[in-house]
DNA sequence: ACAGGTACTTTGTGATGCAAGGTACTAGGT
DNA sequence: ACCTAGTACCTTGCATCACAAAGTACCTGT
C-alpha cells in the first residue's frame, strides 16, 4: 500500500456525501459536478463518477431528466427526491461526527506528547 | 444501498489514520485501540481492525513485539516506525485537505441558498 | 478436565474506486 | 457523404477493504 491509495481510501463515502451536497443546490449534470469537485481538490474521475450516480439513483435519492444541448449529446440533470434530501441531512451529520471524533483522537495525541516524552 | 452502509464508507481510511495516531503514542496492543476508537465514538470490531493491522505491519509502516501477559494469553505491542511516521504526517495532511475540501462544499452550498430560491 | 475470559487469526462476502475502453450525439471541414 | 474533434454518458475487469462469523490459543479457577 501507498500514500496514493490511503487517500483514495479516505475519500471513499465522502465523494457520496459531496455529490449529494452538489446535486442539492439545483439541477446539474455529471460534467458541472466534476467541475466543482475539482475545484475544491477532490480528485474524482468519470469511472468513479458515473456508477456512483447509478448507485444513487437505483437507491431512489436522485432522480433526472433528460435535456438536449446544442453543443453535444443530450445531458442528464439530476436532483434530489425528497428521500435524498433526508439521506443527505443524515449523511452531513454523520460527517460532522466522524470529523469529531477524529479531532478527539488528535488532540489526545497532542496531549500525551506534552506529558509524556517515551515518544521520540 | 442504506445509511449504516453509507457512514461504513465514510470511515474507510480515516480509521487507518486514527489507529496510526493511537499507535504513535506508544506501545499498545489491539484492545486498547478498541477502547480508544469506541470511546471516540469511532465504531470498530476486531474482524476489520486485525487485519487492519496486519496491512499496515506488512506496508512496514508498524512494528510490534510480543509481550507475556499475566492475566491471558501474550499480547502484540505495536509501535510506529520511522517510515510509519513519516506515512502519518501524509495522512494527517491528507485529512486536514480533505476536511477543507467538504468545508468548501458545503460553504457553497449555504452560499447559494441564500440567493437561489429555486430549491425547495 | 472443563468452563470462562482474553487475545489474535482466518475465511468468505459484498461493496466500490478506478483505469481503460466503448457508445453516441453534434459541429465543422473537405 | 465522410472524417475529425469535442462533449457526455456507460461498461468491464481488477484490486482493495470493512465486516461477520468461525477458529485457534493461552491463562485462571474449580
Redesign the pocket.
Known amino acids: 500500500?501507498n500514500i496514493e491509495?490511503?487517500q483514495?481510501?479516505m475519500?471513499?463515502?465522502i465523494?457520496?456525501f459531496c455529490i449529494l451536497h452538489i446535486i442539492s443546490r439545483g439541477e446539474v449534470?455529471?460534467?458541472d459536478m466534476l467541475d466543482e469537485l475539482t475545484s475544491a481538490k477532490m480528485?474524482?474521475?468519470?469511472?468513479?463518477l458515473?456508477?456512483?450516480?447509478?448507485?444513487l439513483k437505483n437507491s431512489g435519492w436522485l432522480d433526472y431528466k433528460w435535456v438536449?444541448?446544442?453543443?453535444?449529446?443530450?445531458?442528464?440533470y439530476y436532483v434530489l427526491t425528497d428521500e435524498g434530501k433526508i439521506f443527505l441531512d443524515a449523511m452531513q451529520a454523520t460527517w460532522f461526527e466522524l470529523a469529531d471524533s477524529v479531532k478527539t483522537v488528535i488532540r489526545r495525541t497532542e496531549e500525551l506528547s506534552k506529558t509524556d516524552t517515551s515518544n521520540s
Not at 50 to 55: G, H, S, V
Request: aromatic fraction near 6%; hydrophobic fraction near 30%; glycine fraction near 8%.
Open positions: 500500500m491509495n490511503a483514495v481510501q475519500r471513499k463515502g465523494l457520496e449534470y455529471a460534467s480528485m474524482v474521475v468519470e469511472g468513479t458515473y456508477p456512483l450516480l447509478t448507485r438536449e444541448s446544442s453543443s453535444g449529446p443530450p445531458r442528464k
